[in-house]
């Protein structure tokens, strides 16, 4: 019937869609050098420079993975899998430093991960989708779902610190965080669990267009038998209007083994080289006179959300907005839900006191932030200069972190 449609892709099909796939893959030179400058012990600067880089053309072609995979599994999985993907990264390097006892380190990734997701990568997305199509929208539902279990992770960083100042003895205190960030832990990622059983099984059609349109489809339907008329405005819907199918984009242009391949050894090249990025920060950190909070909160979750951040650009570019929320949003619940209760359990694990005490600077950006994003997407739509907010938004906290003063904190 689809004769247009052609043979599916084959083993050298797949291997020449990577390969031709774009010009960030001539940058692909910066991998071997990033590695071979680490173990020639060049300078920090050179190293930081150079896996910098060599994470830029990875991060490229794990969106491809992804998109190829997203196309046979729906959105959901895809933007579930992007999101997983990214956040690997984040959480390997923080077991490497929880290992090492930098508990501020994991703190500060974890934050700036989570802002880094929320404002940047969501603020790219909206402000290039919204250059191009003027106006997008997005499944509110899936999003404000996302947005009020991130909610639920400013109540989980709140409480140990109003719990830790109400507390006269400081060591009753720390003893008292510690136990409430193991329990927290631990209904956190219990809540995490429940979360992925509603967006996989329970209430799939709210992330997942395909899923959606079946629903409407059965509604009408039923309608038309029962010789009722249905309104087709329904909140399924909101998400998925105006937007453009192309089919020459839905087509897979690689097979799954292939794109599943790619996606685990990308990743693993992408560790590498973010790992002998943070192994050159220190001698960064002295070359160039910033503070490690700045690296540990802005720099380092940029480069580990690399993958997010050319991904949802991408799917921004192409109007799937269902897609860029799922990735930003939840990978940014992912990170407070999924990683930091693990990172939490491990350091209990290991008797390292990792806690849910923050510094109380870092907390109050964190709540200001989820609560900006809540009043841009309560309307289920998108414009350039909400990206711009955002953008903003992400700028003053660097700034702000910047001239943060090195401190002890509350560790």
Request: one cysteine or more; aromatic letters at 10%; glycine letters at 8%.
């Given at each position: ?55 830029i ?10 998109e ?104 009753a ?6 136990i409430?960030?193991h ?76 794109s599943i ?24 950190v ?44 939840g ?28 510094e ?52």
């Amino acid at each position: 019937m689809d004769e247009e449609q052609g043979s599916p892709p084959t083993f050298f099909d797949s291997l020449k869609a990577f390969s031709k796939h774009s010009y960030f893959n001539a940058l692909l030179i910066f991998i071997p050098l990033g590695i071979v400058g680490h173990f020639l012990v060049w300078s920090d600067t050179v190293v930081f420079v150079l896996n910098f880089l060599a994470i830029i053309p990875l991060a490229d072609l794990l969106t491809f993975a992804t998109e190829e995979i997203a196309k046979r599994a729906g959105p959901t999985v895809g933007g579930l899998l992007s999101a997983t993907f990214g956040n690997a990264i984040e959480l390997i390097i923080s077991i490497i430093a929880l290992d090492e006892g930098l508990i501020r380190v994991v703190q500060a990734s974890i934050l700036g991960s989570i802002l880094s997701n929320l404002l940047l990568v969501q603020g790219f997305c909206f402000l290039f989708g919204g250059i191009k199509y003027k106006q997008q929208n997005f499944n509110m539902t899936a999003a404000q779902t996302s947005s009020s279990l991130l909610a639920l992770t400013m109540l989980s960083l709140v409480i140990p610190a109003a719990y830790s100042s109400t507390t006269e003895s400081q060591i009753a205190a720390q003893k008292g965080v510690l136990i409430l960030s193991h329990g927290t832990a631990i209904l956190l990622l219990l809540i995490y669990i429940l979360y992925l059983f509603f967006q996989l099984r329970t209430h799939k059609h709210l992330f997942d267009p395909e899923a959606a349109k079946e629903l409407e489809e059965a509604k009408k339907l039923a309608a038309k038998e029962s010789g009722a008329e249905t309104e087709s405005g329904s909140e399924v819907e909101q998400g998925q209007k105006d937007k453009p199918l192309d089919k020459d984009d839905d087509k897979p242009t690689t097979t799954i083994s292939v794109s599943i391949a790619a996606l685990i050894i990308i990743t693993g090249f992408v560790t590498i080289c973010a790992e002998f990025l943070v192994d050159s920060i220190d001698g960064l950190v002295k070359n160039l006179g910033i503070s490690t909070t700045f690296v540990g909160l802005i720099l380092i979750p940029i480069v580990g959300n690399a993958a997010e951040h050319v991904s949802s650009v991408t799917f921004a570019l192409k109007n799937k907005m269902d897609l860029c929320i799922q990735i930003a949003l939840g990978s940014s619940m992912q990170i407070a839900l999924g990683v930091t209760p693990v990172l939490i359990l491990i350091g209990w694990i290991i008797n390292q006191p990792l806690t849910l005490f923050f510094e109380t600077f870092e907390t109050c950006v964190l709540v200001v932030s989820v609560l900006i994003v809540n009043y841009l997407i309560q309307d289920g739509e998108s414009n350039w200069l909400e990206g711009a907010m955002l953008l903003a938004s992400y700028g003053i906290i660097g700034l702000a972190f910047y001239f943060y003063p090195e401190t002890s904190g509350n560790q």
